[in-house]
């Protein structure tokens, strides 16, 4: 039968044949980004996690869980290894480095710039955006770009410099750069336009719960 190593060191040789270890680092940050999937409906929850868990390693997308000791001791969600069809659901576009899918060996501290999963999952919903290449989202009614939002913004709407309206924060674009949902699907260590997730894995996810899903990409504060 074959291990989970033989699985990743499979995955990593194949990655490293199409994006070669010595290709140009994007940027210093590429680390601290991450790509989100999130369902359409910003209020939209899963009542047994488990039951997503599960569903989640059904279909290949994760595998089993990491232990947070060993990369993130200080963080309560929950993370997993990639599954071992994380490939044919993710598309790594251009020129990009290595993906690593475990910690280096290597590493004297928590490491934990390698390309894993984490489930966010939330009471309310909440706004995760870019903290560096942060872009302003644009008004659903006027489509201009909302520059001063952070100081016009509430728990769950912000009010509009140009046309003076106020909308819900999900109904503005974001162009990809932020997301406001109750649940979050993180794959770490990408960067913006790096990677892609397929369709194929978006009308996965609507299966599993009923709900279209998007995506978009994060930078960490």
């Given amino acids: 039968m074959t291990t989970i190593k033989a699985i990743r060191q499979k995955k990593t040789a194949l990655l490293q044949t199409i994006y070669p270890t010595d290709s140009p680092v994007i940027n210093s940050t590429h680390g601290k980004c991450s790509l989100y999937l999130t369902p359409d409906q910003a209020n939209f929850n899963v009542t047994n996690l488990s039951t997503l868990f ?19 001791p200080q963080e309560q ?29 290597n590493s004297n501290n928590n490491n934990s710039d390698f390309c894993f999963i984490k489930i966010h999952c939330y009471k309310s919903a909440r706004l995760i955006h870019s903290q560096k290449q942060a872009r302003a989202p644009h008004c659903p009614n006027c489509e201009k770009p909302v520059k001063d939002w952070q100081d016009r913004k509430t728990e769950s709407t912000i009010s509009c410099n140009h046309c003076n309206t106020t909308s819900n924060i999900e109904d503005f674009n974001w162009r990809k750069m932020a997301g406001y949902a109750q649940l979050f699907i993180e794959i770490t260590d990408i960067f913006p336009k790096e990677a892609i997730p397929q369709q194929l894995l978006l009308d996965k996810l ?12 994060s930078y960490k504060q």
């Fill in 77 to 105: 969600n929950t993370h997993y290894f990639t599954g071992d069809k994380f490939l044919d659901y993710v598309a790594y576009l251009g020129c990009a480095p290595a993906i690593q899918f475990e910690a280096s060996p």
């Fill in 206 to 217: 609507a299966n599993i719960s009923g709900t279209n899903w998007q995506y978009f990409y």
């Fill in 54 to 72: 599960n569903a989640l390693r059904k279909i290949r997308f994760i595998s089993h869980e990491i232990d947070l000791q060993d990369i993130a």
